[in-house]
């Protein structure tokens, strides 16, 4: 099985069917502008496929699992704790990461053998949702998201793409900070950057051309009256 990288995301104007001319911008410099000047627009995500537990391509189908891709910030916990509360409601869909590397200095983390450390800064970028019942109703992680193929069709050539509506906040982000060891002399500080928002579907991709090959769109959601 392969994978692709499509670590870019694809900005669009928002028109009805997301039909408007698109303008490629990296994740970095689009999560900036968001955080800069929060914006509740409608625009489409290509999904870092490289990243976590691949996609699974077995009889006609995409498999895009969903497991460890739930969210364990504090952010995203209940404000109202109850028995029931699910305090993993939000998922995620990667973007992209980066990763530089800063400064290095010498320490000594075992006495008698000092070492070169190095500072590394890496940047993971996420699409946060909670509507993942909209797409899937099962509890099986593994198929939480799974797409009909077309026959003839060539998995190793295929991307996945999100249609997304940005809510407020519309960026988030988490700091964790890893102590050099002797056995890993680097100074870890990983920055998880979230774009928040209501995801309205996925297709999967020719990323040549963007055509849609096949899609998963959201659910409504049901509103049983009383006597119901």
């Known amino acids: 099985m392969r994978t692709l990288c499509f670590s870019c995301l694809m900005v669009l104007g928002w028109m009805p069917g997301f039909a408007s001319t698109a303008q490629a911008d990296p994740a970095p410099a ?35 699992p969903m497991r460890d891709k739930s969210i364990a910030e504090g952010w995203s916990w209940p404000e109202e704790k109850t028995e029931n509360s699910d305090y993993y409601l939000y998922k995620y869909l990667p973007l992209a990461s980066e990763s530089e590397d800063r400064r290095t200095y010498e320490a000594e983390d075992k006495v008698g053998e000092p070492q070169t450390m ?20 099962t509890d099986d992680d593994e198929d939480a998201l799974l797409f009909s193929l077309p026959a003839g069709i060539d998995p190793s050539g295929l991307g996945l793409r999100a249609e997304v509506c940005l809510s407020e906040p519309v960026t988030r982000e988490s700091t964790t900070f890893w102590k050099a060891t002797y056995g890993k002399p680097v100074d870890l500080t990983l ?9 309205r579907a996925l297709h999967v991709i020719d990323p040549n051309n963007g055509r849609k090959i096949s899609s998963l769109r959201a659910r409504p959601e049901l509103h049983l009256s009383a006597k119901e």
């Open 30 to 64: 689009l999560y900036q502008r968001f955080a800069a000047q929060p914006e509740t627009r409608c625009l489409e995500l290509d999904i870092d496929l490289t990243h976590g537990e691949p996609a699974r391509f077995a009889e006609g189908h995409l498999h895009y």
């Open 118 to 137: 190095t500072e590394r800064w890496r940047y993971d970028y996420f699409f946060a949702f909670n509507n993942i019942k909209s797409f899937s109703s």
């Open 191 to 199: 920055k998880k950057r979230y774009l928040m928002g209501h995801l």
